[in-house]
T-cell receptor, first 117, second 115 residues
Framework: GNSVTQMEGPVTLSEEAFLTINCTYT??????LFWYVQYPGEGLQLLLK?????DKGSNKGFEATYRKETTSFHLEKGSVQVSDSAVYFC????????????????FGQGTILTVHP | ETGVTQTPRHLVMGMTNKKSLKCEQH?????MYWYKQSAKKPLELMFV???????ENNSVPSRFSPECPNSSHLFLHLHTLQPEDSALYLC??????????????FGPGTRLTVT
């Protein structure tokens, strides 16, 4: 089956520190990979995505590279801000060989990030 | 209005009440989803609708009843709930066509408290 494993949280950092949140996956078929962010009291927002091996997704200073050889999609940011405090979810969806999504996302358990001034 | 909207944002109901959650997507997508998010637990997929047809029901108790009258609207009808059903209920939509966008877009959620 398909699964996503994220590093255990919570993660606590000082402002301007470097962030890494690890994500590894197991999947059959051709996975697309996503990072979602959930701010307090809100729904999930798509942060970035990558659809094939070696793709790099990026948004708002966050980056993640689709590594097929290590089945990983680690999230990184060079300098975090207090406003980045949120829960981060790694997720995957499976496309068949024709490129059609089966329409289901498999999520990791989420990693709580707290950034202090 | 854009994106995915959900109403109400907060709901408190007794175990004998009947209520409904509403979701509307303004993105032209053809698939919609209900998720349950409880504290300390992973996100749980409840129902999937693809072109208004229910394609997945992940062993959800019958006290939760989904309805998808068209590709833009999704409801979750609630009756005789239990306190353990208290959670954040999230709606999402996506476009399921070959080689098109397939990521899901989420609404802000309905915070449900069952007393």
């Amino acid at each position: 089956g398909n699964s996503v494993t994220q590093m255990e949280g919570p993660v606590t950092l000082s402002e301007e520190a470097f962030l890494t949140i690890n994500c590894t996956y197991t999947a059959t078929g051709y996975p697309s990979l996503f990072w979602y962010v959930q701010y307090p009291g809100e729904g999930l927002q798509l942060l970035l995505k990558a659809t094939k091996a070696d793709d790099k997704g990026s948004n708002k200073g966050f980056e993640a590279t689709y590594r097929k050889e290590t089945t990983s999609f680690h999230l990184e940011k060079g300098s975090v801000q207090v406003s980045d405090s949120a829960v981060y979810f790694c997720a995957l969806s499976i496309r068949n060989a024709g490129g059609t999504s089966y329409g289901k996302l498999t999520f990791g358990q989420g990693t709580i990030l707290t950034v202090h001034p | 209005e854009t994106g995915v909207t959900q109403t109400p944002r907060h709901l408190v109901m007794g175990m004998t009440n009947k209520k409904s959650l509403k979701c509307e997507q303004h993105l032209g997508h053809n698939a919609m989803y209900w998720y349950k998010q409880s504290a300390k637990k992973p996100l749980e997929l409840m129902f999937v609708y693809n072109f208004k047809e229910q394609t997945e029901n992940n062993s959800v108790p019958s006290r939760f009843s989904p309805e998808c009258p068209n590709s833009s609207h999704l409801f979750l009808h609630l009756h005789t709930l239990q306190p353990e059903d208290s959670a954040l209920y999230l709606c999402a939509s996506s476009q399921l066509l070959a080689k098109s966008s397939y990521e899901q877009y989420f609404g802000p959620g309905t915070r449900l408290t069952v007393t």
